[in-house]
């Protein structure tokens, strides 16, 4: 399996049976793996400057619960699930609304680094565009920021998306159609780049 932050396991499910018999050295492979997502993911749901907390926190609470960890299904959006249970609850014990402006700088530095060979006024338009995003997905409802968060900042496919926000994916499906319509509305200019291939 290779990631999108270019990690690979050859076989996931058996470094996960090695953690479960006992080799706890192994779960080293799936935090290596997926802390580079799991960041993103808790910085685009509002974490900001507690994300790394988060995320340390979701992979402890992965490693207790891989016991329960059904055969045969994904780590990565299981993972997220929980990143994005624990994002919730940091965010309900700091009792703080995070500003966009401290979203916008946290997902900027969690982002690959723009090469100094490329071209300033793109790098500009890149960041106004990505900060007109996450303002105009301020005003979406919480299920269609997160659709559109997981399918789209994610790059993750649907299949992955349903598993991790646990709907069925013709929710999915719905959802998301509902949340780009209202993004278009707000957002004129806004064309997704599709995620990864969708599996039937």
């Avoid at 018999?21 to 997502?37: D, F, K, N, Q, S």
């Avoid at 559109?148 to 598993?163: G, H, S």
Wanted: hydrophobic content about 45%.
């Amino acid at each position: 399996m290779r990631t999108r932050e270019g990690g690979r396991i050859a076989d996931e499910a058996a470094v996960i049976a090695r953690v479960r018999a006992g080799e706890p050295e192994a779960y080293a492979v799936l935090v290596r793996t997926h802390t580079a997502i799991a960041l993103r993911a808790a910085t685009a749901l509002g974490a900001g400057a507690d994300a790394e907390d988060v995320v340390q926190q979701a992979f402890v609470k992965a490693y207790c619960a891989l016991g329960r960890f059904r055969d045969g299904m994904a780590f990565k959006p299981w993972l997220l699930a929980i990143v994005a249970n624990e994002t919730r609850n940091t965010v309900r014990r700091a009792a703080r609304q995070r500003t966009l402006a401290d979203r916008e700088a946290a997902l900027v530095k969690a982002e690959p680094l723009i090469p100094e060979s490329a071209d300033p006024a793109v790098a500009t338009l890149e960041a106004e565009r990505r900060a007109a995003l996450l303002a105009a997905l301020e005003k979406l409802s919480e299920e269609h920021r997160l659709v559109v968060t997981y399918r789209y900042l994610l790059e993750m496919d649907e299949p992955e998306t349903a598993q991790a926000l646990g709907w069925p994916r013709g929710t999915v499906k719905s959802r998301l159609n509902r949340a780009l319509r209202k993004l278009a509305r707000l957002l004129p200019d806004f064309q997704p780049r599709e995620g990864g291939e969708e599996h039937e």
